[in-house]
Nanobody
Framework: EVQLQASGGGLVQAGGSLRLSCTLSGSTFVDYVIGWFRQAPGKEREGVSGIASDGRFTILTNSVKGRFTISRDKDKGTVDLQMNSLKPEDTAVYYC????????????????????WGQGTLVTVSS
């Protein structure tokens, strides 16, 4: 059974940084596309970033470009989301998700592409 664990959330002042980490267990890490999503109170879940199974392709939603970076470490079996220059509007519960890479084209920022989800980690950015 594929399980995802997101960690690294916390409280930070505007302009600060946090690094979220997503760990996949129960299957082969390098077989999965990994995405990061967030959901703020009263808002719909939003795709933040995604990374291909081999790490060669990454994508960021427009609102975080230039501030966030996604990366994966196949030896550690983790996908990290480095978040810099955080803004109050980045406050949300952040989730990581996994989709088996079976060769199909998917939208890595669409929640519908992912079958497996972690429990979420809360990021709070104070002004």
């Amino acid at each position: 059974e594929v399980q995802l664990q997101a960690s690294g959330g916390g409280l930070v002042q505007a302009g600060g940084s946090l690094r979220l980490s997503c760990t996949l267990s129960g299957s082969t890490f390098v077989d999965y596309v990994i995405g990061w999503f967030r959901q703020a109170p009263g808002k719909e879940r939003e795709g933040v970033s995604g990374i291909a199974s081999d790490g060669r392709f990454t994508i960021l939603t427009n609102s975080v470009k230039g501030r966030f970076t996604i990366s994966r470490d196949k030896d550690k079996g983790t996908v990290d989301l480095q978040m810099n220059s955080l803004k109050p509007e980045d406050t949300a519960v952040y989730y990581c998700a996994a989709a088996l890479d079976d060769g199909r084209d998917i939208d890595p920022l669409s929640s519908h592409a992912y079958a497996y989800w972690g429990q979420g980690t809360l990021v709070t950015v104070s002004s």
